[in-house]
């Protein structure tokens, strides 16, 4: 990692509280995500009367490119946080010196997923043990979460 990354010993205002903050993120974003599935299944099943049952069969590609979307245009954005994220106040940050680009926007919400079907809890007790308390995904997409108010004055006094 690069030197002016932000280190939780020298700026431990953008790392305060900020796996909690991305549980109720977390649980804002599940809840966001199913009205906007209940809304695309809603929409395909009219659509689905109307096209002769075609509506229906296209749900099973409908309801998880929406969720893609959110994702996309939520972390691709220049807010660079979800709904749950930015209402919690986490940014996520690339601790390459690279813009977050859609390929990290996309990939670090899939590996999240992942891992936390296959290892859920491994994942927040895996945090807990580095300093700036990244997930897996984190460290596999080269990305960091840090509290978005005092990010931006630790970037403007650096």
């Known amino acids: 990692m690069n030197d002016y990354l932000p ?8 790392f305060d509280g900020v796996l909690t ?3 109720v993120a977390y649980i804002i974003d599940v809840v966001i995500m199913f009205f906007i599935g209940l809304a695309v299944i809603l929409v395909g099943t009219i659509a689905g009367f109307f096209t002769f049952g075609l509506g229906w069969g296209a749900l099973a590609v409908a309801v998880p490119a929406s969720i893609v979307i959110y994702y996309a245009a939520t972390l691709g954005s220049s ?6 994220m930015q209402m919690q106040d986490i ?4 601790t390459h010196g690279l813009p977050l680009d859609g390929w990290k926007a996309f990939m670090h919400p899939l ?3 992942l891992t936390c079907w296959f290892l859920p809890p491994f994942n927040y007790i895996f945090a807990l043990f580095t300093p700036r308390r990244q997930m897996i995904h984190d460290l596999l997409t080269g990305t960091l979460m840090v509290r978005k ?8 006094s650096a």
Not at 7 to 14: I, K, N, S
Not at 91 to 94: C, D, E, I, M, S
């Open 7 to 14: 280190d939780p010993a020298t700026a431990p205002e953008l």
């Open 79 to 84: 807010k660079r946080a979800t709904v749950g």
């Open 111 to 113: 590996i999240f997923w």
């Open 91 to 94: 940014v996520l940050t690339p």
């Open 21 to 23: 903050r991305r549980v």
């Open 149 to 156: 108010s005092p990010m931006v004055r630790h970037w403007q």
